[in-house]
């Protein structure tokens, strides 16, 4: 997915986007016993059941779910995803921001029929 970028709750209660800043979530598949695991310490709420099942199958980021606003979908050239999900970011204070920059050098606009 590709969802747009927003400061903090603490500084941004709305939850407002951010006019100028996109990121691309690579999720993962799920075990039963690490939803539960999620539910208990991260989320401090429960996931429900079709949510669960499409974790445990298909995948995803529980945590970035309904609070960020998604605007697109990677539906072709993931391994492209994976590359930029492999390389090297920082540990200091900007901490998951690419140690060099990754560029987009092509993209395509796919319109969903209707």
Known sequence: ??????MG???????ASSGS???LVQGRV???AGLDSLETYRLKKKIPQERRAAYS????????DENY????ETVKGLDVIDNIAAVQTSKGPDRDRPVENVKIIKMKL?????
């Open 30 to 32: 799920y075990t039963s």
């Open 69 to 72: 606003t998604v605007f697109g």
């Open 57 to 64: 199958t298909i995948g995803g980021v529980p945590h970035l």
């Open 9 to 15: 709750d603490d500084v941004n209660p709305e939850k």
């Open 21 to 23: 800043q996109f990121y």
């Open 1 to 6: 997915m590709i969802a747009a970028a927003r």
């Open 110 to 114: 796919v319109k969903r029929r209707s």
